[in-house]
């Protein structure tokens, strides 16, 4: 079945690079129909949604985050990034990878959380 | 940026009754576009409906969604103990997603 996997550092410092990748197993990222999403929950709130990215390399985010973030993909490991730059402690999240279309998420990761602190 | 607001914030419930949430949209969406999850504490989101009215795979048919324009509805039927948890909608517009803030479903 289909299982994705965040991994990444979990404290970051600020003004420093948050960097995550999701693992996919059970699908191949270079699936045609496929978007590859990043979503995130700061602590007792509601979802945001990052951005997504097709295997083609189109991408989509945000933009709020738009001029920090970006997402890439590594067809070879079957991976995908996010890269979140000049983080705050408002960057203090859960961050979810997710699997779907280009209007819903149908897989989704476990959620790995970052905290944003020196 | 299309802003989507649930209500009620909480609904309070037995096991058994019907629950009727509400996501409304600060201007017309297409109905393909609009999705529900759940979240229960502590786990990823679950995709419940897609398209406004299409179940996801594995979904119970106590859940159904409605809607269109800018009024969407999740009903869920007859309330299971498992069903107790956080519901949010999303919509897909202009390649970006928003979320709603979510509606709360807790035991009466």
């Known amino acids: 079945q289909v299982q994705l996997q965040e991994s990444g550092p979990g404290l970051v410092k600020p003004s420093q690079t948050l960097s995550l990748t999701c693992t996919v197993s059970g699908a191949s990222i270079s699936s045609h129909g496929d978007y590859w999403t990043w979503v995130r929950q700061h602590p007792g709130k509601g979802l945001e949604w990052i951005g997504y990215?097709?295997?083609?390399?189109?991408?989509y985010y945000n933009p709020s985050l738009k001029s920090r973030v970006t997402i890439s993909v590594d067809t070879s490991r079957n991976q995908f990034s996010l890269n979140l730059n000049s983080v705050t402690a408002a960057d203090t999240a859960v961050y979810y990878c997710?699997?779907?279309?280009?209007?819903?998420?149908?897989?989704w990761g476990q959620g790995t959380l970052v905290t944003v602190s020196s | 940026e299309i802003v989507l607001t649930q209500s009620p914030g909480t609904l309070s419930l037995s096991p058994g009754e019907r629950a009727t949430l509400s996501c409304r949209a600060s201007?017309?969406?297409?109905?393909?576009?609009l999705a529900w999850y759940q979240q229960k504490s502590g786990q990823a989101p679950r995709l419940l409906i897609y398209?406004?009215?299409n179940r996801a795979t594995g979904i119970p048919d106590r859940f159904s969604g409605s809607g269109s324009g800018t009024d969407f509805t999740l009903t869920i039927s007859r309330l299971e103990p498992e069903d107790f948890a956080v519901y949010y909608c999303q919509q897909y517009g202009s390649s970006s997603w928003t979320f709603g803030q979510g509606t709360k479903v807790e035991i009466k």
């Open positions: 201007q017309s969406i297409s109905s393909s576009s």
């Open positions: 997710a699997k779907g279309g280009y209007s819903s998420a149908a897989y």
């Open positions: 990215i097709h295997y083609s390399g189109t991408t």
């Open positions: 398209g406004a009215s």
